[in-house]
């Protein structure tokens, strides 16, 4: 186990709180978190979706369908909406964390910290908000069965990497539970740990996920990304419709937008931001859920040396979450976003960030590529698939053991297998719900009620 899984257990555990965790099963016992059935009055899947598209770009819109209707793991990975819906018609612990909003398998992975050592975390928070830790859980849970059945499994090799899953979280937050409140906060999963997670056999293919990640900087992006300008200075370069420059007319609007997100940086960081300056921008098409939102990347020289920084500027809606639980704090809805994220990753991005647009609406900054990288799910053998699965469990429960009270939900999952078992069995069964109703949308497609572009060309700068 790497130092930064190590801590020192504290003296005595908060038994008050422990009780309180426990009592909560006299509410929601845990067996019943298995249960899932659709009510005669569940909101049409498809209707969810139409409603996110109000808000969205028509064009890009084409673009969501295309790539949800391309299979049952990309559909779930863009409906975290429907479950939202979903979740919320049924009886939560009440025991409260700062929600990832959408932690499936692809929503884990690698990035550098501000040590440049590269750790593995959640690395996407645009649906944080607080609410029941086993949202989150389930959300997980639900994913690994769905990629699993993706990748050929039966339901019982589904099942038991989704129990896998559970079990991590459940063992890990016990862990936690008997540590000092810093020692918590320190804790981290890094790219050696993943490492000595997996069989030996398995550690080659990762370790060329990691050597992959460590050359994925700002400086092979201006190789992937840029062109040379008329005046030979690098610009980004057209790849529609996923990539297309905003006109330099406009980048006067933009510089004030960046001084607004340099005000929400800390101090030092407004230091290192300033020597640099902006030399273009454009729209980018990412991801699967987000596509229809407003994304942007700009790019930025150094003006000493002219060393390339690529930020990436995403719209910020309200959370998924937000319908179906207490509303954000924050008007701002980018900051909810590094909020979120601040408060749960185990090492952030110095460059994190929020401003409001020119258009009026909210938007975060962060780095686009710092030594990001994670493994190929589709890729993996059912004996891989369950390994991920514990290693985002664990990791899952130390992002929720910064915010909750850690010692409550351990106490509520207790030392036995009923939890575990309980997200098996919603797993599976949340499976079969996301195939019926990524068979609705392409029923839409088909019948015309929604469009989805006739190609979709793969984003080679993802």
Not at 23 to 40: F, N, Y
Request: with cysteine.
């Amino acid at each position: 186990m790497s130092t930064s899984e190590t801590g020192s257990a504290v003296g005595a555990v908060d038994t008050s709180a422990a009780e309180a965790g426990r009592a909560v099963r006299k509410k929601v016992p845990r067996s019943s978190l298995g249960g899932w059935k659709a009510g005669p009055d569940r909101v049409d899947p498809v209707s969810v979706l139409e409603r996110q598209a109000e808000t969205r770009m028509p064009d890009l819109v084409k673009i969501r369908y295309a790539r949800m209707a391309a299979g049952q793991f990309p559909f779930y990975r863009g409906a975290p909406a429907i479950m939202a819906a979903d979740l919320a018609t049924g009886e939560n612990t009440g025991l409260t964390v700062q929600l990832c909003g959408d932690a499936h398998l692809s929503n884990f992975g690698l990035f550098a910290s501000p040590e440049r050592s590269l750790v593995f975390d959640v690395n996407d928070f645009d649906e944080t908000l607080p609410g029941p830790f086993e949202w989150d859980v389930k959300r997980l849970a639900a994913s690994v069965a769905v990629a699993a059945r993706a990748n050929g499994s039966g339901d019982d090799e589904a099942g038991a990497a989704a129990v896998a899953a559970a079990q991590a979280y459940r063992e890990t937050m016990a862990r936690l539970a008997t540590l000092g409140e810093t020692d918590v906060w320190y804790q981290m999963v890094d790219a050696e740990q993943v490492q000595e997670l997996l069989k030996p056999k398995d550690r080659k293919q990762t370790e060329k996920v990691i050597s992959k990640a460590r050359a994925r900087t700002s400086l092979q992006a201006l190789e992937k990304l840029t062109e040379p300008g008329p005046d030979g200075a690098p610009r980004i370069k057209a790849e529609p419709p996923l990539l297309m420059p905003i006109p330099k007319e406009l980048h006067t609007e933009l510089n004030t937008v960046l001084s607004d997100y340099r005000a929400t940086l800390p101090e030092d960081r407004r230091v290192l931001l300033d020597r640099y300056e902006l030399r273009d921008i454009a729209m980018k098409v990412v991801g699967v859920g987000s596509v229809g939102t407003r994304c942007f990347i700009a790019l930025l020289t150094g003006r000493s040396t002219g060393d390339p920084l690529f930020l990436q500027v995403k719209q910020a809606e309200d959370s998924v979450l937000s319908t179906h639980l207490r509303a954000s704090q924050f008007k701002h809805q980018g900051h909810r976003v590094v909020h979120g994220q601040r408060l749960t990753q185990s090492a952030g991005d110095i460059f994190l960030g929020w401003a409001t647009g020119p258009d009026g609406l909210f938007y975060y900054w962060r780095q686009l590529r710092d030594m990001k990288g994670s493994l190929v799910i589709d890729d993996m053998s059912p004996a891989q698939l369950k390994q991920y699965a514990s290693l985002c469990g664990h990791t899952l429960a130390r992002g929720h053991a910064r915010s909750g009270d850690r010692v409550a939900i351990a106490g509520y999952l207790g030392d036995n297998d009923v939890f575990d078992k309980a997200m098996g069995e919603f797993a599976l069964a949340y499976a079969d719900q996301t195939a019926a109703d990524h068979e609705s949308l392409l029923a839409a497609i088909d019948s015309g009620r929604v469009t989805a572009a006739e190609a979709v060309p793969a984003d080679k700068n993802e």
